[in-house]
Each structure stands twice: as structure tokens, then as C-alpha cells.
């Protein structure tokens, strides 16, 4: 089975524009959760979005916001971006549904984001 | 969500057994102890958890205390593949929701050849 994808690797962006990254979860995989990865903060969940609903929200402004499609891929987007946001994004995907006792999480490789 | 304390760095010789502790004291009675590593370059990766009994599996152990609040993470043989970011996190399981991990700082593990 192909692991989680995430496209692209690596942006560059300039400040006040806006980025949109992908996810691609893995197969059968419903959840997908979004987290970004700063030196100074660490790992910060952003949110979770199962069968097409956010179900889960982190801390982050309005600014950040995300969307899942019917065949759970996944798009974050960050508007007017600031230099703040340079960071590693990541996405997970998870098997949840009737059945599934234990969601681990399956991370992808994420995409750097760098804002000038 | 509960705090956990965990140590910022460790050592350990190459081959050697490693064992990694972490303080939960206000973790809930519904709350599995996971642990996930990232090694560098990558996304994190599952390691183990467990609730309240201590938890084998093909990568590590994990060694609950009776009172849930602390646990320790147990490499039995580490590699140099095992130098990674080792985060604990109590973490809440169900079949519908509440897929959100909440990262500490993690140990860094470095293994000395």
C-alpha cells in the first residue's frame, strides 16, 4: 500500500500571498489530520477532517483553513501568508470507522513551506 | 489534554538498551500512552501504547507504572536507525473522533557507534 503523499515538498512564497498544499491519504484511510512544525512551537495540531466535515480544530487564526474531498484527499490553504508560517507541514491519515479500536496515525513526508 | 515532562536529550551506545521515561501525572483514566518517533527528515511514525498493562511489539516495549502516571519507553537494541525525536502522548482512543496528537517537546535520542 502507497504511504501518505503530500505534494508539493517544498514552496517558496512571498509575503501576503497564499499557498495551498495536498494530501493524499492512504488508501481506505477516512481521517486526515493536518499539523504544522515549527523550531520554536514544535508539532501543532491544525485540524482533522473525517468524511468530509472538520471534526477537530487547533489554535491557528482564520487564516489557515482546509477541505476534504469524497475520496478523502485533502487541501490545506493559508491566506496572506507571514513569515510566521514558514514551517513544515504535515499531514496523517487514519482507518476510522465501525471496528477500528486504535486510529494510528500515518504521517507523510510533509511539504516545507518557506515564506519571504 | 495531559502534560507529560520528558527528559530533552539522551545518549546510548549503539546496541545497548534504551529507556525512555516520561511523566504523565494528570493523564485520565481514558487516556492510552502512545508513543511516536520522528526520525530526521520525516514525518513521525507510531512506535506503541498502551492503557494500564506493559505492551510488547516488534520495535520496542513500553513499561506503564501501576499508578498511570508515568511510563517507560524500552529500545532493547538500539541502532544507529533509532537516533530519532521521541514523543509521549496520552491520547484518548475511540472508533469515531479525536484523532488529534498533542506533541510535547520529545526527547532526541542520539546513538553513539
Known amino acids: 500500500k502507497a504511504g501518505v503523499t503530500q505534494t508539493p515538498r517544498y514552496l517558496i512564497k512571498t509575503r501576503g500571498q497564499q499557498v495551498t498544499l495536498s494530501c493524499s491519504p492512504i488508501?481506505?484511510?477516512?481521517?486526515v489530520s493536518w499539523y504544522q512544525q515549527t523550531p520554536g512551537q514544535g508539532l501543532q495540531f491544525l485540524f482533522e477532517?473525517?468524511?468530509?466535515?472538520?471534526?477537530n480544530k487547533g489554535n491557528f487564526p482564520g487564516r489557515f483553513s482546509g477541505r476534504q474531498f469524497s475520496n478523502s484527499r485533502s487541501e490545506m490553504n493559508v491566506s496572506t501568508l507571514e513569515l510566521g508560517d514558514s514551517a513544515l507541514y504535515l499531514c496523517?491519515?487514519?482507518?476510522?470507522?465501525?471496528?477500528?479500536?486504535?486510529?494510528?496515525?500515518?504521517f507523510g513526508p510533509g511539504t516545507r513551506l518557506t515564506v519571504l | 489534554d495531559a502534560k507529560t515532562t520528558q527528559p530533552n536529550s539522551m545518549e546510548s551506545n549503539e546496541e545497548e538498551p534504551v529507556h525512555l521515561p516520561c511523566n504523565h501525572s494528570?493523564?485520565?483514566?481514558?487516556?492510552?500512552i502512545h508513543w511516536y518517533r520522528q526520525l530526521p527528515s520525516q514525518g513521525p511514525e507510531y512506535v506503541i501504547h498502551?492503557?494500564?498493562s506493559n505492551v510488547n511489539n516488534r520495535m520496542a516495549s513500553l513499561a506503564i507504572a501501576e499508578d498511570r502516571k508515568s511510563s517507560t519507553l524500552i529500545l532493547h537494541r538500539a541502532t544507529l536507525r533509532d537516533a530519532a525525536v521521541y514523543y509521549c502522548?496520552?491520547?484518548?482512543?475511540?472508533?469515531?473522533?479525536?484523532?488529534?496528537?498533542?506533541f510535547g517537546t520529545g526527547t532526541r535520542l542520539t546513538i553513539i557507534p
Open positions: 496523517a491519515s487514519s482507518l476510522v470507522g465501525e471496528g477500528t479500536t486504535y486510529n494510528e496515525q500515518f
Open positions: 488508501s481506505g484511510h477516512r481521517s
Open positions: 477532517y473525517f468524511s468530509e466535515t472538520q471534526r
Open positions: 494528570t493523564i485520565s483514566g481514558t487516556d492510552y
Open positions: 498502551g492503557l494500564t
Open positions: 502522548i496520552p491520547r484518548k482512543i475511540s472508533n469515531f473522533g479525536n484523532e488529534k496528537l498533542t
